[in-house]
């Protein structure tokens, strides 16, 4: 293109900040980072692009250059082009067209980013000279070097002061997965490795030997298994297809040559041993898995490079996952579910059943084919592929040109390298999905290739219209006010939302909650945009997390949040999670109405949503283990024996189904059934704390109070004082109706000591002493009770409990030790001298708090305690 060199320097450093968008690092709420990326990206693509409109259409004062038309040529960006053309079709028609177009915050993907990473790659091929290609490459090894160092300092946990450290799964360094960071790391191999090939300055090969053994290593410790095959493939098309013809070879034999090559016949002997190096070392780790598992360096190969654990995760995991996606492609062939809708159809299709773990999520099948096929249709997917046949082919035609040498020279290699990284990155594909940083970096070498491929033709220049209608200033004023509308709505309000409810979500993780809902209720969700499903489900997890904190007002945030999820449902309704959050912010709702005809609206409220739910995704069991909860609401302990069953039906591995249908079955009187499913349950893994109280609750009913305490007792006393109270009030009860006094009578002092003014706990621990009189727990219960400052308080009859119970147990020091201060509480000093110098005699290390206690007498006992002790 025929630009000034302010323009282009414009466009170029407009490239440079796009290229380090994967390392930059924004502070922690502007989450999640690809989401924060997409946006800044788009915001940069669109200022391009309108600079560069208004420079061609309203200043007229640059020309664009094309190269001649030739369809072989222009083939690979015309199917590309067939091939966004087909996504939108697919989003017309979409399930969910506003997520087809936006995508989810959490993948950053949608067609919209889609189309403007489309964009940067014609951008690419257009504007960027040969010059600003090394400059380009230049900053991706900068980012790239960045990006090795900080996962190299995540993986061995260094520098512990300044980085976070990552100890748990493989390093993702600033890209937030591993898998991606390997992905992207593979481009920069094969670039740094070309380059070292290239570079004839002993300097240089030994800067780009370094870069390329740096990202080697850096996707060796990503422990991505795709990556690694992907990396294998790519290196084996490298050598086994090097373009060395006889006149390269005749070439790199002069020693003024610009390459030395390497001899065919060598290079097909290194990719061969490449290939054996590679069988040998999988056969090594998985023969001597002790090597790597004594060496922490070589740990993670062992446990990559296991093909036991290999075939667990294709069988177990990918093949069933591929297996629903067939069936939902089946559903929908011509133009699938709709750009980012997998989950739609995956969810219909979904069955536990197979999976080592029954409640898998996944929003992506894992696989580019199948991806595309199940979101945008059959005839989508075979664009796609032809898409990378066309360009490979032409590619491959630039390496066999018999042209000018100097071009050959230039490019040759590159485009080989070319190939061998798209290779690669298609294998790994084959087994994951993209990211932005994947995205940006292979839609740039897509630039890069059309920049390759129209390089050698012949050049058009299309000068600017000279037709004043677009110098209109009504024109311009239009043109701007949309581009600021589409940055305001579709970007900048979605990133500021964005950064506040992340803010509010890591509060509410790290339990600050008070804080979390004053941000998050300071926004009116309902129109948060483009971010309103997103933002709405985060705030039903930030009220599910912290409710507890302010109880009182648990009713008010359900109700808030039951309207918010409708509003997300009508922007989402094919998303099964929306109605099942509905379904149990409902039941919540339920659960605390006291109006029975306002609890029963709400129980059948929240069943037509779990019911919705179940429809959109018949094999999510969570659905069915909440509609047991609004039979138990209900009391309805028939239905909610039946909806147990059925959700057992669907996979017998998920304990939440046991344990509502044991619940059920006690509530019937079915008291040994339901206490195998409640055993079934725990097995399971269904094993939390607040669920104790609906078992006890259950064996309640049934007048079974063993059963009933044995639930009980696996509480945890809350630490509110007041639920703490009534938690050891209600175990006092229970062990009172087991028959189990003593206990009962030692818990209730646990309710004293907490609410000394309760006026239910002495009248309690009387009638204990009622049912077991000589009871000497029961009576140093009550005596306790008297003892203590408060309006309980009577110092006589505490003394008489303590003197008659001393009588029984001489040597019981605790009776001891009370009597003690109550005789000096009550002045008498020669009864506390007595019996504190009896302490001493019985209990030798109470001698130091004892005679601190004699010195409090007066002067004359301790007088007397020293000649006593010297006699």
Known sequence: MKINNNINQVLFFGVCFILFLPIIVLPPDFQPSDWTRSILFRIIITALVSFLFFKF???????????????SLYLPMLILSVFFITLIIATIFSQDISFSIFGSPLRAGGVLNLLFFFIFSIILALFIDKNHWEKLFNIL???????????IIQYFNLLKNIFISYEEGSTPSFLGNSTVLAIYMLFLTFLAFVFFIQ??????????????LLFIFTIFITGSRAAYLGLLAGFLYFFFFYPATNEIQA???????????????????????????????????????????????????????????????ILGTRLPVWKMTLEAIKDRPLLGWGPENFYIGFEKYYDPTPFSHPVLLWDRPHNIILDIAVSSGIFSLLIYLFFWISLFWQLQKIKHIEKNADYYDENILKTHGVQ?????????????????????????????????????????????????????????????????????????????????????KNLSSERRCKKAFDISNGENWEKSGVLRPYAILMYSDIVKSCAFTEPEKEVEYSKKVVSLLKIAADAKPKFSRIWLFMGSFTNVLAAREENP?????????????????????????????????????????????????????????????????????????????????????????????PIYKQLAVAYMSQKNWKEAVLAYEKLRPANDTSAAASYFATLAF????????????????????????????????????????????LNSSLAFIYFKPGPKQELSKARAIYLQLLSNDPNNTEYLSYLILIHHQLKEHEMTYLRAVQLIRLNPPSKI???????????????????????
Not at 57 to 71: C, D, G, Q, R, T
Not at 199 to 212: H, I, M, N, S, V
């Open 141 to 151: 090894f900068i980012t790239g070097g960045i990006t090795s160092l900080l996962a």
């Open 420 to 504: 061998s990284m798209f290779i690669g990155y298609l294998i790994v594909l084959f087994f994951n999905f993209d990211s932005f940083a994947s995205y940006l970096i292979s839609f740039f070498f897509i630039g890069y290739s059309f920049y390759l491929i129209s390089n050698r033709e012949k050049r058009l220049i299309i000068l600017p219209l000279r037709n004043v209608f677009f110098r209109k200033k009504l024109l311009v004023f239009i043109c701007f006010t949309m581009v600021i509308i589409f940055l305001w709505f579709w970007n900048i309000k979605p990133l500021y939302l964005g950064e506040k409810i992340t803010h509010a």
């Open 849 to 871: 708090g004892m005679e601190e206690l004699i010195k409090t007498l007066p002067s004359g006992y301790w007088e007397r305690y020293l000649r006593e002790t010297q006699q």
């Open 597 to 689: 005809d306002n609890k029963n609206t709400l129980i059948k409220e929240a069943i037509e949503n779990l019911q919705k739910s179940l429809q959109l995704s018949p094999g999510r069991q969570e659905s069915l283990a909440e509609t047991e909860k609004s039979h138990l609401i209900a009391q309805d302990y028939s239905a909610m024996k039946k909806t147990g069953e059925d959700c057992i039906a669907i996979d017998p591995r998920f304990g939440e189904c046991y344990w509502y249908l044991g619940l059920a079955q006690i509530f019937l009187n079915e008291q040994e059934e339901g206490k195998q499913n409640i055993d079934l349950a725990i097995a399971n893994g269904y094993n939390y704390n």
């Open 57 to 71: 259409f309203y200043k007229k004062s640059i020309s664009i250059e094309l190269p001649a038309w030739n369809k």
């Open 251 to 313: 070439q790199s034999t002069e020693k003024s040559g610009k390459w030395h090559y390497l001899k065919l016949k060598t290079l097909k002997i290194i990719a061969a041993s490449f290939l054996i190096l590679a069988i040998i070392t999988v056969l090594f780790f998985n023969f001597f898995p002790q090597f790597g598992e004594k060496n922490s360096f070589f740990k993670i190969l062992t446990s990559r490079l296991s093909i036991e654990k290999i075939a667990m995760d």
């Open 734 to 777: 229970l062990y009172d109706k087991a028959g189990n006094y003593e206990k009962a009578g030692l818990t209730a002092i646990e309710v004293f000591k907490l609410q000394p003014e309760n006026p239910e706990t002495l009248p309690f621990i009387k009638l204990l002493l009622g049912k077991r009189p000589n009871n000497p727990i």
């Open 199 to 212: 570079k004839q300055k002993r300097r240089e090969k030994l800067l780009y030997g370094a870069l390329f």
